[in-house]
């Protein structure tokens, strides 16, 4: 597979049959199928064939995680080596996974190598979340944990506490107590009338106030979590001199800050994780996505050593020794580091952004593109109003599929297109994908001419 081809309509006969029968025998919270309506069948590299025999540029990737595309080669070969030895170790220790904890922490500026300890978490992003809320409250003796307008952690209870999304908590009770939300300091100059930016106030300086007003409302804070891009939040980017602010103030009120680096973590930003690019040291810092390299379930969780009452059993999880996982991680780490994988992810990300840019002044209903190395958006306007347009986006995503190419949507409302292309991906593939893009855009652009705001 090196070319998108549709053969049929989205969705083709056999993927309709296949999404009837998940309606049936599935739960309804199924989510990308509703919007993204194929059945899979097989993947290589940036392209996945749906049943149908269709196939598509994936700029979805596994939700980001598959930082080298489907079934890499080498990382296969790897994982059947590995099965056939050992697949789940619990917390034993293992050669995989010693070597996987040694590459890991070798990634890290060799400043900081021998700062932290590592913990491994449950399979997912969100169990990484619960556990350095954990470590936090236990180590500060404190409840209470501020978070940012926009941020994602994941859907478990904790998670979804510290989580600006008020749709995704609608209807649930019992949610986690003491989280505080502060407007998020980014670089956007964004048109959306409902999100703040650096013009219209200063962040930082907004939640120094809170810190320091006795009667500001905030009790003991265990914490701040910061994402420094927020995927699902709209690839708004956090501003440097916001994020120096928030790790003055933490240091200053001995409050552990605790980076998610979950989608932005394993090179996707173009360094190893994103929180290098800001000239801080996060006592916490947690990743998942992009730790195995081919989306096998691992997630891992970074702590200052001198944070303390860390004890046996404190967060444990059946899944957390995943071997496999291990194993093809050894390998990416490998294949990045000789491919020289990051530079990769600099060069293309420049050359996206160049054409988008070059499209914005083309297309009025293409607003702020976003984001930093290799998870990228772009905002779809209302090219008459001028603010954030769901229908629109969700139409744009519904075109793109039918011409071949797989995005996201996302951010507030959904109004935000999301390229996650690999890290790897090919110059080719970048130029086809932005082919299709130009063409659905032409489409759409037809298409509303047609009606007024």
């Known amino acids: 597979m090196d070319k998108s081809i549709i053969k049929t309509a989205i969705p083709g006969p056999k993927s309709k049959a296949a999404l009837q029968k998940q309606i049936q025998w599935e739960s309804d919270a199924i989510s990308y199928p509703k919007r993204l309506p194929i059945a899979l069948d097989k993947a290589y590299g940036s392209y996945v064939q749906d049943i149908d025999?269709?196939?598509?540029?994936?700029?979805?990737?596994?939700?980001?995680?598959?930082?080298?595309?489907?079934?890499?080669?080498?990382?296969?070969?790897?994982?059947?080596?590995?099965?056939?030895?050992?697949?789940?170790?619990?917390?034993?220790?293992?050669?995989?996974?010693?070597?996987?904890?040694?590459?890991?922490?070798?990634?890290?500026?060799?400043?900081l190598r021998?700062?932290?300890?590592?913990?491994?978490?449950?399979?997912?992003?969100?169990?990484?979340?619960?556990?350095?809320?954990?470590?936090?409250?236990?180590?500060?003796?404190?409840?209470?944990?501020?978070?940012?307008?926009g941020g994602y952690h994941g859907c478990t209870?904790?998670?979804?506490?510290?989580?600006?999304?008020?749709?995704?908590?609608?209807?649930?009770?019992?949610?986690?107590?003491?989280?505080?939300?502060?407007?998020?300091?980014?670089?956007?100059?964004?048109?959306?009338?409902?999100?703040?930016?650096?013009?219209?106030?200063?962040?930082?300086?907004?939640?120094?106030?809170?810190?320091?007003?006795a009667n500001s409302g905030l009790g003991n804070i265990a914490a701040i979590i910061l994402e420094l891009v927020q995927g699902e939040g709209g690839l708004y980017v956090a501003e440097k001199s916001f994020v120096s602010k928030v790790y003055r103030l933490s240091r200053e009120f001995n409050i552990p800050l605790i980076i998610d680096e979950i989608q932005t973590g394993c090179g996707r930003t173009g360094t190893w994780y994103a929180f290098e690019q800001y000239d801080i040291e996060p006592d916490i810092f947690i990743t998942s996505k992009g730790t195995s390299g081919i989306g096998l379930p691992s997630s891992l969780m970074?702590?200052?050593?001198?944070?303390k009452n860390w004890m046996a059993g404190n967060h444990i999880g059946t899944f957390r020794g995943n071997q496999l996982a291990f194993s093809a991680g050894v390998n990416a780490i490998k294949i990045i580091k000789e491919e020289r994988i990051l530079d990769n992810v600099v060069k293309m990300s420049q050359i996206i952004v160049d054409k988008l840019n070059t499209l914005k002044i083309k297309f009025p209903f293409l607003g702020e593109i976003r984001g930093k190395g290799l998870m990228l958006g772009v905002e779809i306007l209302d090219p008459e109003c001028k603010d954030a347009d769901e229908k629109g986006a969700k139409k744009i995503q519904?075109?793109?599929?039918?011409?071949?190419?797989?995005?996201?949507?996302?951010?507030?409302?959904?109004?935000?297109?999301?390229?996650?292309?690999?890290?790897?991906?090919?110059?080719?593939?970048?130029?086809?994908?932005l082919l299709i893009l130009e063409k659905v855009f032409t489409c759409y652009e037809n298409l509303i001419n047609e009606k007024s705001c």
């Not at 099965?83 to 789940?88: F, P």
């Not at 170790?89 to 890991?104: M, R, S, V, W, Y």
């Not at 009770?173 to 930016?197: A, D, I, K, R, Y």
């Open 157 to 213: 209870n904790g998670a979804l506490s510290v989580t600006g999304n008020r749709q995704m908590k609608k209807n649930f009770l019992g949610l986690m107590p003491g989280v505080h939300f502060f407007p998020f300091g980014s670089e956007s100059h964004s048109q959306t009338s409902w999100v703040m930016n650096s013009q219209q106030l200063d962040a930082g300086m907004f939640l120094e106030s809170a810190l320091r007003d």
């Open 398 to 433: 519904e075109l793109t599929l039918q011409n071949g190419l797989i995005i996201e949507v996302g951010g507030r409302n959904d109004t935000v297109i999301r390229l996650l292309p690999p890290l790897n991906v090919g110059i080719e593939t970048v130029n086809e994908s």
């Open 53 to 111: 025999g269709n196939i598509f540029i994936d700029f979805l990737l596994g939700a980001g995680s598959l930082p080298l595309g489907h079934s890499h080669p080498e990382l296969v070969d790897e994982v059947y080596k590995q099965a056939k030895k050992l697949t789940l170790g619990l917390d034993f220790p293992t050669p995989i996974k010693e070597a996987f904890t040694e590459a890991h922490i070798n990634m890290l500026p060799e400043n």
């Open 302 to 307: 970074f702590y200052k050593k001198e944070l």
């Open 114 to 149: 021998n700062s932290y300890k590592l913990h491994f978490c449950g399979p997912t992003g969100a169990d990484a979340v619960e556990a350095a809320i954990k470590l936090a409250k236990i180590s500060t003796g404190h409840q209470e944990i501020i978070s940012f307008r």
